[in-house]
């Protein structure tokens, strides 16, 4: 079985986060790190060379894959902030109420905090929270 790359590290997050040339994505980036260690209780680290990450659980898929991975993460990546939502996009009702936004699989793009609810942006990651804890 292959190990992710992506693994936690001692990497600094203030320093990673104060790096951030965007004067808005530094803002929003420390208001999600607020926000979600608030929701999950958890210290933040440093998964891979972008991705902030908070507390872990183990996960097997049927296939017999499995690994570690963080509760709840993000990455300030140049397109748009990167939010991990753990368990899909099972809320489409929250999805709808959100305001501007994309998603793949497992992750949520904003460009800007100031595009969405903030309210139902706390909604969407406590569910994802709990959906793993």
């Known amino acids: 079985m292959s190990t992710l790359k992506t693994q936690p590290n001692q990497a600094n997050v203030t320093e990673f986060i104060n790096a951030i040339d965007d004067p808005v994505k530094k803002k929003d ?52 902030l990167t939010l991990y939502i753990m368990g899909g996009h099972k809320d489409k009702e929250l999805y709808e109420l959100l305001g501007k936004h994309t998603t793949g699989k497992g992750c949520l793009y904003i460009k800007r905090l100031s595009d969405i609810d903030m309210d139902v942006l706390k909604q969407l990651i406590t569910k994802s929270v709990q959906r793993v804890k």
Do not use: N
């Open 29 to 80: 980036s420390k208001e999600v790190l607020k926000l979600m260690k608030e929701i999950t209780g958890e210290k933040a680290v440093m998964w891979g060379s972008s991705i902030i990450g908070f507390g872990s659980y183990h996960y097997k898929y049927a296939s017999g894959r499995e690994g570690d991975w963080f509760v709840a993460g993000f990455s300030p990546r140049k397109q748009s």
